[in-house]
């Protein structure tokens, strides 16, 4: 899903924008096949009882469940459907949130560095942590981050404006001139 392009102020375009890794769904997902796979298994169970008892049983386990469902699945899968991180051309945009929503936007020019770290884990699903230092107290983390290194140097290049950084473009040995002599030679050349 596109960034809104109603949101951006005139000639800024989206360099990136993503959602958290999906990483942060799994344990939800895992929690809402146990609790289907419970719910299921209590049904079968709750169809011998006696009397009006398995007709009660099987509303309250439906209950149960869809209040764990709503808990531990549908609501983190929101929280990360509505969580964007966003690189434009003028700014870093991060919001979260579905009835309160927050969010920080930081202008390219006010970001002194950009690091990234990434553990084990976060480097077999390929993600990690952004650590952006601003003109803020602290720096500011972003976990969770897809292709953490591909945003970490696309934030670079922007920040910095070059053209032929180790991302993109760099030229080639036949494509570059040698730089003009500073100063005077080195006293070992001397004649």
């Known amino acids: 899903m596109a960034y809104p392009d109603d949101l951006l102020s005139q000639n800024e375009r989206v360099v990136v924008h993503s959602h958290p890794h999906f990483k942060m769904l799994i344990f939800p997902f895992l929690a809402f096949v146990i609790t289907v796979g419970a719910a299921v298994w209590l049904f079968v169970l709750a169809k011998d009882f006696a009397g009006p008892w398995n007709n009660v049983t099987m509303i309250a386990v439906a209950v149960v469940a869809l209040i764990f469902v709503v808990w531990l699945f549908l609501s983190p899968l929101v929280r990360w459907r509505t969580t964007h991180f966003i690189v434009t051309t003028d700014r870093l945009i991060a919001r979260e949130g579905v009835l309160k929503r927050t969010g920080i936007d930081i202008p390219l020019s006010r970001i002194n560095s ?48 070059n053209p032929y950084d180790d991302y993109h473009g760099a030229p080639g040995p036949q494509d570059t001139e040698p730089l003009p002599p500073r100063g005077r030679e080195p006293r070992g050349r001397r004649r």
């Open 114 to 161: 950009v690091q990234f770290e990434h553990g084990l884990m976060d480097r077999i699903f390929g993600c990690g942590t952004l650590i952006i230092e601003s003109a803020s107290d602290e720096p500011l983390r972003f976990d969770d981050i897809p292709h953490v290194e591909h945003v970490h140097t696309v934030i670079y290049r922007e920040v910095n404006d």
